[in-house]
């Protein structure tokens, strides 16, 4: 590995919402791709990620996990990009990126998993309901701009990922505001960069018949 960026990822993971935010970036990055089963829960990836699950980035030997928090951390550290607000704006920023990495992750994780939250258990629950959570997104994208303000940034990247994988795989309802925030998104060509890259990953696993 020669650069001081490396993902550790796998094309049909979370990885790919990070490699879309490096090509955002626009810095020279490095990938090392790890296999499900033995290669993501070895001892070696453990010294990574204890979790034994991608995405990971390194930078300059320091490690950050979690998808929300890679995308955070990019913007920061490479403020050039221009993919965070000035810190005094911030607001808009933070609450949707962690709204998209808590309520709408757990609501819709919990959906697709046939676990509906019983009624009198609802204020337990961080986020209500999914019908509440994405009633909050709706509203949030309804004058379609971005999510935190007028320009683009790393909670786009989060959240628009999250929507797009969730409207392709029906773990998110098709709702107008949703599909055109989307589409405008996956016309970015970072993003078009990056979906190119893991899809010829994705086919290339796929034709060796590994995972």
């Not at 490396?6 to 020279?28: C, D, F």
């Not at 990620?49 to 995405?55: A, E, F, I, L």
């Amino acid at each position: 590995m020669s650069s001081a960026l490396v993902l550790y990822s796998h094309p049909m993971s979370r990885g790919r919402v990070a490699r879309w935010m490096l090509e955002e970036v626009g810095q020279p990055y490095d990938v090392e791709l790890v296999g499900y089963g033995p290669a993501m829960k070895s001892e070696r990836y453990r010294a990574i990620n204890p979790m034994g699950k991608v995405p990971a980035l390194m930078h300059d030997g320091k490690v950050v996990t979690e998808t929300a928090a890679i995308c955070a951390y990019l913007a920061d550290a490479f403020p050039q990009a221009g993919l965070a607000p000035a810190p005094a704006d911030r607001a808009a920023y933070y609450r949707w990126l962690f709204f998209a990495a808590g309520p709408v992750e757990a609501s819709v994780t919990n959906r697709a998993m046939g676990f509906e939250v019983p009624e009198e258990h609802e204020r337990m629950m961080g986020y209500g309901t999914y019908g509440a959570v994405l009633d909050a997104l709706e509203g949030a994208l309804q004058d379609g701009g971005h999510i935190a303000g007028p320009d683009f940034s790393a909670a786009d990247v989060y959240l628009g990922a999250q929507l797009g994988f969730g409207m392709m795989f029906g773990t998110i309802d098709k709702r107008p505001a949703f599909e055109t925030y989307w589409l405008r998104l996956a016309a970015r060509p970072a993003y078009q960069r990056a979906a190119e890259i893991d899809d010829a990953l994705v086919a290339r696993i796929q034709a060796q018949g590994g995972g």
